[in-house]
């Protein structure tokens, strides 16, 4: 993975991550051949061309005490919703920091650890999404890849006519 690229990436330039199947990040390391798949672990919510599916979704950021924001339940009064969150869409991700409902993470790397072992993060998680149930256990360099694909959905041209 050539990370000037990546890094300078524009979406006409991530077709090479994103197949019509899915989204396929693999780890590049010689020296280690696991792969990190995007599409098992991350697009099952993060879906489609702007990855989200528009839906709502509980990844554990709800505990009633510290964490008090019932998120979706709030407006539904619908038990099931507890914890809900609408799945933002991860395109121009890396310039719209802070990340979540609440801004609770200040950078891309805070929420990949995160999602690596939420329970390190988050005391009490109240109907996290079963997906999450087990710590990713990624490595420095998976961590670090992820981070430079989500930079690479970083739109330049976008960006440069927002103002
Ligand atoms: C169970 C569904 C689900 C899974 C699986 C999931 N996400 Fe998310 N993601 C969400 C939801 C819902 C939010 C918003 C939560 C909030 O606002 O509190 C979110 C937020 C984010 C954000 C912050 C976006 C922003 O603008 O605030 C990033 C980045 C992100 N996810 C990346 C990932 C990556 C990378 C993976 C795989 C390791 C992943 N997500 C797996 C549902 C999911």
């Known amino acids: ?14 077709p090479t991550l994103c197949t019509r199947r ?9 020296a280690d051949n696991t792969t990190f798949d995007f ?14 599916a528009d839906r709502f979704k509980n990844i554990g950021l ?3 005490r510290d964490l008090s924001d019932a998120g979706r339940f709030e407006i539904t009064k ?10 933002p869409g991860l395109r121009n991700v890396a310039v719209t920091a802070p990340y979540m409902h ?4 200040g950078s891309l790397r805070e929420v990949l650890d995160y999602y690596n072992h939420p329970d390190k993060v988050v005391q ?20 670090t890849d992820i981070e430079a694909f989500l930079m690479a959905l970083t739109d330049d041209q976008f960006i440069q006519n927002k103002n």
Do not use: V, W
């Open 124 to 143: 009490g998680a109240i109907h996290r999404d079963l997906s999450l149930s087990t710590p990713l256990n990624l490595s420095e360099q998976e961590i």
């Open 62 to 64: 709800y505990n009633s």
């Open 1 to 14: 993975m050539d990370r000037t690229r990546l890094r300078k990436g524009t979406t006409a330039e991530t």
């Open 78 to 87: 619908d038990s099931s919703h507890l914890g809900h969150f609408r799945i």
């Open 39 to 52: 599409a098992d672990n991350c697009a099952n919510c993060h879906a489609g061309d702007d990855f989200t």
């Open 22 to 30: 899915g989204t396929r990040l693999r780890r590049r390391d010689a």
């Open 102 to 105: 609440n801004g609770m993470f």
